[in-house]
């Protein structure tokens, strides 16, 4: 008689891979494989069938290389992107999720491992997805909208403060403008090209356009200086600039400069020495700004999107009508041409919004 032997079947997922470090626009870095294993979660962790993926600024970072030292994906070739909206496929019995869930799901502090259509989070990073937004739109509340609540928390920006945020139109500022509004802010500026687009859906009060206009020059912000600066640019020498113009207030009358970039936007750190060059200036300027009230405080602060930050973001989308911008020219497909674009446009830092590529459609 003819015996068979079961083997396992091996599941397997479509998933992009970065092959080796470096820069999208000018190297074939990326390629997406239709046979890549499945991942299996453990205790504590949800497995989400990806339905929508936003690309980010550390995504970025980590896929240059340019900050290997700090931080570096385990193994190669390995899985980008950090921010998801999913459907629940696996969680524990006890978790909050059930089998079919739509979720916003994000890696924390390691971007890489969701731009698949299977990725695993840890419970404690996935919120249930509110009916009411898009898959789009709900893979974009995981980083950029956390950074920006956070931005404006360090800020301490109350009733009839004034604001000016730079780089108003990308994730990280669109949501800026917004949350300072919230706050109670009664003047808030921005920077960008899209001046219809912070004046018209973001609701700033003044929009400056940088390519025509240097900001620190415009005599009324000299005359009524701003209570905070969010910087979403960095480089540029804007900590100077604010000061020695006195469009920002000094730290004893309450002046905040947070530098949501520093000034490398683009940092190298690929040793220890260059790792504590880079957080040593960052850390100096902080401490003597906060020992000399005459110059505006300067704040620097990394972020990390859990699930009590997501869910304060979903508040305020529901309560304050806070607006998640989404890049108009996405959703991406899910090919090597859809996620390569995507990817050179986050590269480019011309993302008017988050960049969302579409991996899986519902059902
Ligand atoms: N500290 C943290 O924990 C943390 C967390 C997340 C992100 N970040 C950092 O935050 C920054 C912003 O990230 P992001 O995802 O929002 O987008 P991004 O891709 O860096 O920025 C895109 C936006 O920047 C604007 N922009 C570029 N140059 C500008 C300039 N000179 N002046 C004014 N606007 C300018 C662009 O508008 P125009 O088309 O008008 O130029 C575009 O809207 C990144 O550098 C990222 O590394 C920090």
């Known amino acids: 008689m003819v015996k068979f032997q079961v083997l396992p079947v091996m599941s397997t997922m479509k998933a992009a891979l970065v092959k080796t470090l470096g820069l ?15 991942p299996s979660r453990g205790k504590g962790q949800v497995l989400v069938r990806v339905l929508t993926c936003a690309t980010s600024a550390g995504d970025m970072h980590v896929m240059s290389g340019r900050v290997s030292f700090a931080i570096t994906p385990p193994s190669f070739p390995y899985i980008p992107g950090s921010s998801v ?30 731009l698949a ?35 404006v928390e360090l800020a301490g920006v109350k009733e ?34 899209q001046v219809k687009l912070l004046e018209e859906e973001l609701k700033a009060d003044r929009a400056i356009n940088y390519k025509e206009v240097d900001w620190w020059s415009i005599a009324e912000f000299q005359e009524q200086p701003f209570d905070c600066i969010i910087d979403c640019v960095g ?7 604010a000061g020695a113009n006195r469009v920002l207030k000094s730290g ?8 949501v970039v520093g000034d490398e936007p683009e940092p190298i750190i690929h040793n220890p020495l260059q790792l504590a060059g880079f957080a040593s200036r960052l850390l100096w300027r902080s401490l003597w700004t906060w020992l000399w009230p005459w110059s505006p405080r300067y704040i620097c602060f990394v ?31 899910f090919t ?28």
């Open 252 to 259: 004893g009358s309450g002046g905040k400069f947070i530098a």
């Open 24 to 38: 999208v626009h000018d190297s074939d870095i990326l390629e997406i494989v239709e046979d890549y294993p499945r």
């Open 160 to 193: 009839g403060h004034r604001v000016l945020v730079l780089g108003g139109s990308g994730g990280v500022g669109s949501c800026c403008v917004q949350l300072a509004k919230i706050a109670g802010a009664s003047f808030v500026a921005a920077t960008s090209t």
């Open 117 to 151: 259509e299977y990725a695993v989070f840890e419970a404690r990073n996935c919120v249930l997805a509110p009916e009411s937004i898009s898959d789009e739109v709900a893979s974009a509340c995981g980083d950029s909208a956390a950074t920006a609540l956070k931005a």
């Open 85 to 114: 909206c999913g459907v629940v496929e696996e969680a524990d019995p006890e978790a909050e999720f059930k089998l079919g869930d739509r979720v916003i799901a994000h890696m924390g502090m390691k971007p890489w491992g969701a």
């Open 235 to 241: 480089g540029g020498g804007h900590f100077g600039k």
């Open 303 to 333: 972020t990390d999107a859990d699930s009590s930050t997501i869910k304060t973001i979903l508040d305020h989308m529901a309560k304050d009508k806070l607006l998640l911008k989404v890049d108009s020219s996405g959703p991406y497909p």
């Open 336 to 363: 090597k041409d859809g996620v390569t674009a995507a990817l050179k446009l986050q590269e480019s830092h011309r993302a008017h919004g988050k960049v969302v590529i579409r991996v899986n459609r519902k059902g």
